[in-house]
């Protein structure tokens, strides 16, 4: 009995935690809209632009989805204890997903789970900020949700830690930024 008390209110516990952790928009006051990779990429694929949908698409951040649905994932998931498929495990989508548990009414037409961790994971959730002349007013733009992490150490390690089945200690975020880092070229400034 207590056991069972015990276990599920360490359940309730790590959910809440895992719920700010997945999410980063979680901590806005406001709630914006998502409108998924794919919106972002319209303007953010040009080499002037520095083609941020180009390399985030060659990232594995793009296959976080597809990678829930192998029989390794969900090998994984059985042996943590859950009997759903892992593409369907809250307890995995959340750091696997965009948008994950946020309310249905803000995910836009064109927002796609399968999509992975999309530039929203990092960058706020896109409706309100998302039209050029928003973009262009880095101020306004923040004003209306944009997100821009500048510190690469404490912000990858919301979903890159021990609580990942799959993680390896000494994983370290500067390097790995390396790897898909997409910065706009200076010159176009
Ligand atoms: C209508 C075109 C357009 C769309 C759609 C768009 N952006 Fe932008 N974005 C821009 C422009 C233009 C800039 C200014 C870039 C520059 O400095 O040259 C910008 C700047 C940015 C910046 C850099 C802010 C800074 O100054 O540090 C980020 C981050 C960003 N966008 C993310 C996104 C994300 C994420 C989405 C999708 C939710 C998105 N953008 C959708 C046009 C767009
Ligand atoms: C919302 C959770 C989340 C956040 C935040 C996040 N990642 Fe990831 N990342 C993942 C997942 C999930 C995978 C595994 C995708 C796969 O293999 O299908 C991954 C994989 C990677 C990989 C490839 C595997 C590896 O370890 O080399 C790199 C590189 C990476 N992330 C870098 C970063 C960096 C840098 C940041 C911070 C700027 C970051 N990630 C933030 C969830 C996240
Ligand atoms: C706390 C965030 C987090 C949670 C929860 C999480 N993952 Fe991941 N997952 C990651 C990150 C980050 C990576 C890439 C680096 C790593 O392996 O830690 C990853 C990578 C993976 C990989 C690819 C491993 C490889 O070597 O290529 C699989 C498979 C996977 N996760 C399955 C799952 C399953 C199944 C669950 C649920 C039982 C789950 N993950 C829960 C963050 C998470
Ligand atoms: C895993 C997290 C992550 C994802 C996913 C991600 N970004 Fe970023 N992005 C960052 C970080 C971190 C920085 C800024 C770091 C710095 O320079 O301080 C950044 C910077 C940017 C910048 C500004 C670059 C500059 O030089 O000022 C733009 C534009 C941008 N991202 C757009 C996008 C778009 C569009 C997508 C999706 C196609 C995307 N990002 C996906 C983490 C991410």
Redesign the pocket.
């Known amino acids: 009995m207590f056991r069972k008390l015990f276990i599920s209110t360490l359940l309730l516990f790590s959910s809440l935690l895992l719920a700010a952790n997945?999410n980063v928009t979680n901590d806005d006051p406001k709630p914006h809209g998502f409108v998924g990779a794919e919106t972002c990429g319209m303007c953010h694929k040009t080499e002037k632009q520095g083609k941020q949908f180009t390399i985030w698409q060659g990232?594995?951040?793009a296959?976080?989805y597809?990678?829930l649905q192998t029989p390794e994932a969900d090998k994984i998931a059985k042996e943590k204890g859950f009997d759903t498929p892992a593409a369907k495990t809250p307890e995995c989508l959340k750091?696997?997903v965009s948008g994950y548990g946020v309310d249905a009414s803000l995910l836009g037409p064109k927002f796609k789970m399968e999509d992975g961790?999309q530039c929203e994971?990092?960058h706020g959730a896109g409706a309100d900020y998302k039209t050029l002349k928003v973009m262009k007013d880095k101020k306004l733009a923040e004003e209306n949700g944009l997100i821009v992490?500048t510190d690469?150490k404490t912000?990858?390690v919301?979903?890159?830690n021990s609580e990942s089945p799959t993680y390896k200690e000494g994983?370290d975020?500067t390097a790995?930024?390396e790897?898909?880092k997409h910065p706009v070229p200076a010159a176009t400034n």
């Open positions: 997945g990232s594995k951040h296959e976080a597809k990678t750091c696997h961790v994971t990092c992490p690469v912000f990858c919301k979903c890159h994983w975020a790995s930024w790897k898909i």
